[in-house]
């Protein structure tokens, strides 16, 4: 299982409309995606992937917890153990993600998808940046601004 983990508020959001297209082409490669949705409601969907609701002010309290019940499950073969977490969030977020017990020590890898909208990319991101497994960046500019300070990081269009 692969564990996305966004801004999921169905009145809209950048976010919201990435991580949506990055679990359909997952699902459609064979993929079961589970994503931690701040904001989302629990209204009715039919995208073709589970979506775990957490309040838009509690996601970065509550997601920790989400994510270590999925890696339990997982571990007890009560649900699909989860492979990859993959937070799509601006860049401070993503650092505070970092910290998390279950990524700090690497339960599951990361793969952090996030903009970069100006340069050059600050050594302090860098170093944040650095402590990912992987880096998807949702423009080219971005893209190069994370290869110019040294960080393998893919364009995700």
């Known amino acids: 299982m692969i564990v996305l983990f966004s801004d999921l508020d169905l009145r809209g959001s950048g976010y919201m409309n990435i991580t949506i297209a990055l679990a359909n082409q997952l699902v ?27 309040q838009p002010n509690k996601g970065m309290q509550f997601a920790p ?10 571990q007890i073969e009560a649900n699909e153990p989860p492979e990859v977490f993959i937070p799509l969030l601006d860049i401070p977020l993503q650092k505070n993600i970092l910290s998390w017990p279950v990524i700090g020590n690497r339960v599951i890898p990361m793969a952090g998808v996030f903009p ?25 500019f971005g893209t ?14």
């Open 28 to 54: 459609k490669r064979g993929r079961k995606v589970t994503v931690l949705g701040m904001g989302y409601s629990g209204a009715a969907h039919d995208w073709p992937f589970q979506i775990i609701p957490i």
């Open 116 to 140: 970069i909208e100006s340069g050059p990319l600050v050594p302090s991101w860098a170093n944040d940046l650095a402590r990912m497994d992987a880096r998807m960046v949702i423009s080219r």
């Open 144 to 157: 190069k601004q994370c290869l110019d300070a040294g960080l393998d990081a893919v364009h995700l269009p």
């Open 65 to 74: 917890a989400m994510l270590q019940n999925l890696i339990s499950l997982g």
